[in-house]
């Protein structure tokens, strides 16, 4: 049974955050509403018998009341009010510092609201407000304008402190030169200058792994994009039940493709298990695996697989973190499939240390035309029918753009210890169906905070960049 995605028309990012932020702001206010009531209720019942206020008004005090509580509550409005103010005007303003701005405003007028004194929740709220605001970091923009495309270099720029990954390296690469047009880096939450995240090997490569492994099961002449893999269990597991396929099995598969979008382990390992690990190392040597550069640039990836067994089965599906992975030799990979040519480095002259300052031909081999195409193919499903499908979309894409590309990548993510978090990568390129030509290649790794705050997803980032690249590309200004 297929299913067909019918995407829905949203408002801009900055109109959602601002319903939100309302929302907060009118259910903080109702909350505090119904405290004070509460409050002055069990402040009136303390009181003696016979208790008269006003002179010998018996409603006085239910009056007086009703004055201090709409005083109270019209004053939290008005600072609420203030602080979403403070967010419009205030553009750069991130996600999370709205989020604290408001909750900030709400924390301090309801506390002074149970004093019960006006003046004070309105300086409090201010200061509040004034506290919550962070700093921005300061912004060097000599590595911007070092960059080939200074525009798109800017706008990774403004979404790294947007977002607010923890860790990130962002790479982008224009196929038929093979040059690196833009970038952009984060460490500890701050943006760098320089990209020495593009040549460390101590990243697992996760999911993006499987691209080796479909890669040897096509050059076996065994498997084709259609070819049916025992499904059992759940995708995101490997457990050695999983691996156990009787002989006259009969029950539910998938195809090779969609195991390969989807990003599933189990048919990827069965499939690892049954091509063999001599095929797979030879698949990830074309892929530049376990190879010196010129220059140790990048650093040596990693993949060595076990002759058999459950270790076999990890590596064939990226489930283990002793497979590594740098940003450069993915977007190399990415390139070689999209070219249908041998790997070749990504290279660029503003980025010393980090990157070929030309084009070197490696020693490697060459795949299959047809194996070429399959792997391009099983990229591509990836984003109309499995785990990029959900954000490189019309949610974060014009229509028009997203329809006028060919898309495709992998996903992919682990845990990881050097830096220690949640990896997330995205690997993939947008083409325009008219003009082949005119394509970029996208590379997005993403180190989170396990315990803590979690930027955009990588496929959503990557969206947005794709978008903004199509924006100027594909529709120049007359």
């Not at 405290?35 to 008269?52: D, H, R």
């Not at 952009?184 to 320089?194: C, H, L, R, W």
């Not at 059992?232 to 050695?240: D, E, F, I, M, V």
């Not at 490696?362 to 194996?371: A, H, I, M, Y």
Request: hydrophobic letters at 35%; proline letters at 6%.
């Amino acid at each position: 049974m297929k299913y067909y995605y019918d995407p829905q028309n949203r408002l801009p990012y900055k109109k959602r955050l601002r319903n939100r932020c309302i929302a907060i702001a009118i259910f903080v206010a109702a909350c505090a509403l119904i405290g004070s009531c509460i409050f002055k209720s069990g402040e009136k019942a303390t009181k003696p018998t016979g208790f008269v206020v006003n002179g010998n008004d018996p409603t006085a005090t239910s009056k007086e009341w009703i004055k201090d509580t709409l005083r109270v509550d019209s004053s939290i409005i008005d600072s609420l009010k203030e602080a979403h103010r403070a967010i419009k005007v205030r553009d750069t303003l991130t996600e999370s510092a709205a989020k604290s701005l408001f909750f900030g405003e709400a924390k301090a007028s309801m506390e002074a609201a149970t004093e019960a004194a006006p003046k004070e929740i309105d300086s409090a709220s201010a200061d509040t407000a004034a506290k919550s605001i962070p700093e921005n970091d300061p912004v060097d923009s000599v590595h911007i304008k070092a960059q080939k495309d200074v525009f798109l270099a800017e706008k990774i720029d403004n979404m790294l402190r947007r977002f607010r990954p923890m860790h990130s390296a962002i790479l982008v690469v224009e196929p038929k030169s093979n040059e690196i047009i833009a970038w952009g880096e984060t460490k500890d939450y701050k943006v760098q200058n320089s990209p020495d995240y593009f040549v460390k090997g101590s990243f697992p490569a996760a999911s993006l792994a499987k691209t080796i492994t479909i890669a040897a099961a096509m050059e076996s002449n065994r498997y084709s994009l259609n070819s049916p893999i025992p499904d059992r269990g759940a995708h995101h597991t490997l457990y050695k039940n999983q691996l156990r396929v009787p002989e006259n099995y009969s029950g539910p598969t998938i195809e090779l493709q969609d195991a390969y979008a989807k990003s599933a382990n189990p048919p990827l390992a069965i499939i690892g298990m049954n091509t063999g690990a001599k095929r797979l190392r030879e698949a990830a040597r074309n892929l530049g695996y376990n190879m010196n550069f010129p220059g140790g640039i990048p650093g040596r990836s990693v993949y060595n697989p076990p002759d058999s067994g459950y270790g076999l089965a990890e590596a064939s599906c990226g489930f283990t973190e002793a497979t590594t992975l740098t940003p450069l030799l993915a977007a190399a990979q990415v390139r070689s499939i999209l070219m249908k040519q041998p790997l070749e480095i990504p290279w660029a002259k503003d980025v010393p240390g980090y990157a070929p300052k030309s084009r070197i031909a490696l020693d490697v081999g060459k795949f299959s035309e047809n194996t070429y195409y399959g792997l391009r193919q099983a990229m591509i499903r990836s984003v109309t029918n499995g785990t990029a499908r959900k954000h490189i979309s019309t949610r974060n894409m014009a229509r028009k753009n997203f329809n006028a590309l060919n898309i495709g990548g992998k996903t992919g993510s682990l845990d990881g210890q050097d830096p220690y978090g949640r990896y997330e990568w995205f690997m993939g390129f947008a083409q325009s169906k008219d003009d082949p030509s005119k394509s970029i290649i996208v590379v997005i790794m993403q180190v989170h905070d396990l315990q803590g705050y979690r930027s955009q997803p990588a496929c959503q980032v990557a969206a947005m960049i794709m978008n903004y690249w199509a924006h100027q590309t594909l529709w120049p200004k007359k």
